[in-house]
Nanobody, 117 residues
Framework: QVQLVEAGGGLVQAGGSLRLSCAAS????????MGWYRQAPGKQRELVAT???????NYAHSVKGRFTISRDNAKNTVYLQMNSLEPEDTAVYYC???????????WGQGTQVTVSS
């Protein structure tokens, strides 16, 4: 079992930036994928970005060029740098862990990101 703890959410004006972090603990597979998903009120949870332990990344079209996912394998931590934030980015952001993208075996508790116009 892997535990995930997110940090870094908050309130920001449109055009601003935030950086989320997610620290993983527990027994992790050597090959794994961590990612960020988000869920806005009344909407389904959607993929934001994922990154494999080898550094391969995938982004949702809506965040390409604005968000950057990265990870520090030595610290078992994944980051999401969010720039040029838009009100449409307002959601609860969840960290995930699994072997491959979509294999979300574990979730963090979520962190609220609110972008005001």
């Amino acid at each position: 079992q892997v535990q995930l703890v997110e940090a870094g959410g908050g309130l920001v004006q449109a055009g601003g930036s935030l950086r989320l972090s997610c620290a993983a603990s527990g027994t992790m597979f050597s090959v794994n994928t961590m990612g960020w998903y988000r869920q806005a009120p009344g909407k389904q949870r959607e993929l934001v970005a994922t990154i494999s332990n080898a550094g391969f990344t995938n982004y949702a079209h809506s965040v390409k060029g604005r968000f950057t996912i990265s990870r520090d394998n030595a610290k078992n931590t994944v980051y999401l740098q969010m720039n040029s934030l838009e009100p449409e980015d307002t959601a609860v952001y969840y960290c995930s862990y699994g072997i491959w993208e979509g294999d979300n075996r574990n979730w963090g508790q979520g962190t609220q990101v609110t972008v005001s116009s």
